[in-house]
């Protein structure tokens, strides 16, 4: 499985940004996608995850209400809608994939991309 992420970019605070994820190759072994960012400095963090069926989804707290997390079946493309951008969300952005929701939140990924960095303003 391939991740490819995308979308990432200079934005004022208080802004959006869409980032794009694209999965190829054997997608059939996916069962959860999750973004995660890493600011420098600090750890990796989880921000948000959903099933491959886009039933369930699941964020992290300093992102609710703020970020969605939503797939495109067709595509095979999981999206994360930021909106209300602070200037702490500045970080490389990840997306990751793996076995379960549950395993992608923890950590746990079979898959990862390469980040695509966001950098918010004040």
């Known amino acids: 499985v391939q991740l490819q992420a995308s979308g990432g970019g200079l934005v004022q605070a208080g802004g959006s940004l869409r980032l794009s994820c694209a999965a190829s190759?054997?997608?059939?072994?996916?069962?959860?996608v999750g973004w995660f960012r890493q600011a420098p400095g600090s750890v990796r963090e989880f921000v948000a995850a959903?099933?491959?069926?886009?039933?369930?989804?699941q964020y992290a707290d300093s992102v609710k209400g703020r970020f969605t997390i939503s797939r495109d079946n067709a595509m095979n493309t999981v999206y994360l809608q930021m909106d209300s951008l602070k200037p702490e969300d500045t970080a490389v952005y990840f997306c990751?994939?793996?076995?379960?929701?549950?395993?992608?939140?923890?950590?746990?990924?079979?898959?990862w991309g390469q980040g695509t960095q966001v950098t918010v303003s004040s």
């Open positions: 190759g054997r997608t059939h072994s996916i069962y959860a």
């Open positions: 959903i099933s491959w069926s886009g039933f369930s989804t």
């Open positions: 990751a994939a793996g076995s379960s929701k549950n395993r992608v939140v923890e950590g746990n990924n079979d898959y």
